[in-house]
């Protein structure tokens, strides 16, 4: 299903959104139903470590290879973030995951990170006008898969750096690990319908 058509014709000012939490969070699913909800002036990010991965990026361990990882999918999500489709008279920009989430995955000092990125926390922050944290299940309702390859307790450990992460955001809802799935869709799309501005609301934001 396509987002839902909207008649409204208002210029909109772009807010941008990250939803974001640890492996097995639920991110994926999540926006999966939530596309079938959205406006026509509210779009989708897809995830840039995605991106990279999937193409064939190295996914070893080692420092360096790590960094080198961390330093592309910063670049890529930047890049993503200014392209013309994603900002033109957007309501809300839903980013899968943001510029933030890297300092979770760094092999050594948050400074360093920003550094080597040339930007700053501060400045990375406020990129984003909201950010939704889905957490990750405890170690009863984690599952691996093929593209997550964290185990349950390595899962948690990153759920928690990401959550230190984005800690100074002054805008930051956390979602807790609920068994019951829908229940945290219908909390995000909440969330959501609070960032889209009226005149959308009514005319394709559907409950």
């Known amino acids: 299903m396509t987002p839902s058509t909207c008649p409204c014709t208002a210029v ?3 807010r941008r959104v990250v939803l974001t939490g ?3 969070a639920g991110k994926t699913a ?3 139903i939530v596309r079938r909800y959205l406006c026509a002036h509210v779009a989708v990010l897809p995830e840039s470590a995605s991106i990279l991965f999937s193409g064939g990026f190295p996914r070893r361990a080692d420092d360096g290879t790590l ?3 961390q330093r592309a ?3 890529v999500q930047s890049e993503l973030e200014g392209l013309p ?3 033109d008279n957007l309501a809300v920009a839903l980013c899968d995951r943001g510029t933030v989430d890297g300092l979770a995955y760094w092999p050594g000092e948050p400074d360093a ?3 080597e990125l040339g930007t700053s926390h501060a400045r990375e922050l406020a990129r984003y006008d909201t950010v939704i944290h889905l957490r990750t ?3 009863a309702w984690y599952q691996m898969t093929g593209v997550r390859t964290e185990a349950a307790e390595e899962a948690l450990r990153l759920d928690a750096c990401i959550e230190r992460a984005w800690a100074s955001h002054p805008n930051r809802h956390i979602i807790d690990a609920e068994r019951d799935f829908l229940s945290k869709v219908q909390h995000v799309l909440d969330l959501l319908r609070k960032e889209v501005p009226w005149c959308c609301q009514v005319g394709g934001m559907r409950a």
């Open 12 to 14: 909109h000012t772009l």
């Open 22 to 24: 640890g492996p097995g």
């Open 30 to 32: 999540t926006l999966g």
């Open 67 to 69: 960094r080198a990882a």
């Open 73 to 75: 999918i910063y670049r």
């Open 85 to 87: 489709e994603f900002n």
């Open 113 to 115: 990170f920003w550094s």
């Open 137 to 139: 299940p405890r170690a």
